[in-house]
């Protein structure tokens, strides 16, 4: 789901609506377009592997294109950003 993201040299799998894994494979950052909920951010560094990590965003809310921020480190090297539904 490709169109999903505004940076052209990102991918995007996507289950809509639940879970979406974002791979920048330059770095920098993308917007995202979700819809209506609140959804967490965190991201995963593919070079080194081990836990996931918080970048400049928690928390996103849905329902229009928004920034999935920055990662946590190294942002010009490539970074998987993992943004999940929040279920409450």
């Given amino acids: 789901d490709d169109d999903l993201v505004s940076n052209p040299s990102a991918y995007c799998f996507a289950k809509p609506g639940e879970v979406y894994a974002i791979y920048l494979g ?3 950052t993308t917007r995202l377009s979700l819809p209506d909920g609140t959804y967490s ?3 995963f560094d593919p070079r080194n592997g081990g ?4 970048g400049s965003r928690d928390q996103v809310t849905g329902a229009e294109s928004v920034s999935i ?3 946590p480190a190294e942002s010009n090297r490539d970074w998987v950003a993992l943004v999940r539904s929040v279920e409450e």
């Fill in 51 to 54: 836990s996931l990590q918080k």
């Fill in 69 to 71: 921020g920055s990662p």
């Fill in 41 to 43: 951010i965190n991201w």
């Fill in 26 to 28: 330059e770095g920098g």
